[in-house]
């Protein structure tokens, strides 16, 4: 018997980001849909960054999520149009970075205010970070530098 | 094989650039520099990805986007001469940098309008990331030629030097202007004008002196010159797949 799409959704929203374990590749907005193809359950995955390394795990990831589920005929299919863009981060995503320390995407191009102490004094260190999805900012009232979710 | 041909410019340029710059790695001059550049030649082989890939797909010969990387000799690269160049100074690789994404951003914009959906779709994934790669080597360009004497002079120095280099950019040939033609690429002679605006801008900003002169190097594009330098670089990149044919890890 087939699991219901919402047991699917539920399953794949249990798959951590490889880097930021907070959120899960559903809150990521990268999973885009699935469909069944005979007993086939093909899962659509948009890249978040072009060269990011962490999409070949992630696929990986989903993979093995759903076969430990029962699930053994799984395809993933990279889907690149339409783009990947922050704005399909979940209100859950969103809020779980703010809590890990890192800022969510804000649609000024830059963060709102410190995920650690709240302040709206924040300034830019770089425009790029630890990973292709962040950059570098400071906050000028506590003084500690915290990562940022690049609006994309 | 037109479009196969300009599949290949667009993910030579992205490959021989992203691998330039990641000669970067272990030797930024501060932390946030080797991290940026690691980041933008990233950006660079995922797009390199995307585009040979595609080329792959539309030569129907069964080769890969793998395939085209490492297995191509200096001849069959279509990169422009600017991005073969060697990295110099920290100062002269991000004004190679930005020559290169003052150009790359506007023609991945017009590209996502393409009569094909493929090219439209990698053009549109890929401007979203050369608009931060333009962003920070525009305003690194102008910090360093507006900064010190030291550092003014020899950004004036990789102006001088690599200026020659950008009319390659807008020099099109019959490809440009079948692709033209059919919607599917622009004709990056119309992209000129406002090309030399915007560095214009930039290097007022950056008390920069754009050389007099209309010479140009060419033969990058077309693959009919590269300098000796795409040699050295495809000896390192392609080494272990030539040493151990179909090696995987």
Known sequence: ????????????????????????????????????????????VTPTYSGCPATTLIALDI?????????????????????????????KGRTSLEAYGIAAPQPSGGPDRCPLCKS???????????????AQWRCQSCLEPFDYFKCL | ??????????GDNTLVLGSRISEWCGHGPALEEEIALANTALDLIGQTQMWLG??????????????????????????????????????????RQYLFDQFHLPYLEALVTSSDSRIAGVAAKAAKEAAY????????????????KESNNRMQAALDLLWPYAGEMFASDDVDRSLAKAGIAPDPKDL?????????????????TIPEGQFCHAGGRTGARHSEHLGHLLSTMQWLQRAYPGATW
């Open chain 1, 1 to 44: 018997m087939r699991p219901s799409d919402a047991d699917i959704w539920a399953w794949l929203d249990q798959v951590p980001d490889p880097e930021i374990p907070v959120i899960s590749v559903v809150d990521l907005g990268i999973v885009r849909d699935f469909t069944w193809e005979g007993d086939t359950l093909q899962v659509a």
């Open chain 1, 63 to 91: 993979e093995t999520a759903l076969r430990d589920r029962g699930l053994e005929d799984v395809r993933i299919q990279t889907r690149i149009a339409p783009p990947w863009t922050t704005d399909w981060l979940s209100e």
């Open chain 1, 120 to 134: 709206d004094e924040v300034e830019r260190i770089s425009q790029f970070g630890s990973t292709p999805c962040k």
């Open chain 2, 1 to 10: 094989m037109d479009v196969f041909e300009f599949l290949c410019r667009m």
């Open chain 2, 54 to 95: 595609l080329a792959a797909e539309v030569e129907c010969r069964g080769r890969t986007a793998d395939d085209l990387a490492m297995l191509r000799d200096v001849w069959d690269f279509r990169n422009l001469l600017l991005v073969e160049q060697p990295k110099g100074d920290f100062g002269q690789t991000m004004m």
């Open chain 2, 133 to 148: 790669h333009l962003e920070r080597s525009r305003m690194t360009v102008i910090a360093l030629g507006d900064g010190t």
């Open chain 2, 192 to 208: 000129r004008a406002q090309y030399l605006e915007a560095v214009g801008w930039t290097m007022e900003e950056a008390t920069l």
